[in-house]
């Protein structure tokens, strides 16, 4: 009995080893502004990178926030590495400067745009094929960044407007009664000039510290952008998405010269299904115990594996 035990005390062992060597880690400072993580296949077997880009706010390369935990880049970026494609994913810089107490309050959309093509740029020696996956605001900001030597692109849950066009569509659904100032300011902003006049409950959107940064975002319209793109894209989109809806991804894909679009049905903005209320899409915002759905992983394996 002793014996069988040791057994199989080694081979679970072993088990754990061949797990536990699927991919490396690597964490890697691409300049001053980009930390990140670089997972490799240890079978590598192809030349293929993925980059991931986070979305808007204050989040970091697991695709987390302070009071938003869910892993969901990482999941991604490991499912990726565990089918022998190597990814990248990063913090974006404001991560960094909240950790150092250096926070930059001039920063742009641009600035984010400048970031994405720095890890295209170091990355494009090494690998000979780079996709960009935009994850919401870092659909946009990837999809302008591709031009910097990236294969291909997939936005994921990323929107097909511009951003004052996302927000005025968001007030007329969540708050109506604000709509006219919300597009007031929006025209003003338009013509580029900052306001004080906006309402105080819109003041988390229209603070006067971050209008810069939205006149620059605004400036952007993804749907056309990708109409001029003629790298293959994949757009992938949940119809539980309570951010980003459906239409935004059919308007990417009916913009693109090369490009797929994926539905799925009952998921959320950060990829997991949902069978349940808003309560519990907005929970599995915070629950890094949820699987990212399926078909998102199945449809990025197969895109990337294409090309």
């Not at 591709?146 to 997939?154: N, T």
């Amino acid at each position: 009995m002793k014996q069988i035990i040791c057994v199989l005390i080694g081979l679970l062992a072993s088990i754990s080893i061949l797990t536990a060597q699927e991919f490396s880690s690597q964490d890697i400072a691409i300049n001053t502004h980009i930390d990140g993580t670089l997972l490799v296949p240890t079978q590598k077997t192809n030349s293929k990178l993925v980059i991931l880009i986070a979305g808007s706010g204050p989040t970091d390369r697991d695709g987390n926030q302070s009071f938003m935990k869910n892993d969901a880049l990482k999941k991604l970026a490991e499912f990726l590495s565990t089918s022998g494609i190597a990814s990248f994913r990063y913090d974006k810089r404001i991560v960094k400067q909240i950790r150092t107490g250096n926070i930059d309050d001039d920063i742009l959309f641009d600035d984010f745009v400048t970031d994405a093509k720095s890890v295209i740029e170091y990355f494009k020696s090494t690998y000979e094929t780079i996709v960009v996956a935009g994850h919401s605001q870092g659909s946009l900001v990837g999809l302008l960044a591709v031009e910097a030597g990236a294969s291909a692109f997939i936005s994921l849950a990323g929107p097909g407007k511009s951003i004052d066009a996302v927000i005025v569509d968001q007030i007329s659904k969540t708050a109506p009664m604000f709509l006219e100032d919300t597009k007031r300011v929006l025209s003003v902003m338009r013509n580029g000039q900052t306001t004080a006049d906006y309402p105080p409950a819109l003041a988390s959107i229209f603070n006067l510290d971050i209008q810069p940064f939205m006149m620059n975002w605004m400036q952007y319209n993804p749907a056309q952008i990708l109409s001029e793109t003629s790298i293959p894209s994949l757009i992938i989109s949940g119809t539980k998405d309570l951010q980003v809806g459906i239409e935004e991804a059919k308007l990417l894909q009916k913009n693109t010269q090369n490009g797929a679009l994926v539905i799925v049905e009952n998921m959320n903005h950060v990829l997991v299904k949902i069978e349940g209320d808003d309560l519990e899409n907005a929970k599995s915002y915070n629950n890094k115990a949820l699987p990212i759905a399926n078909e998102v992983t199945e449809a990025i394996l197969n895109f990337v594996n294409d090309l």
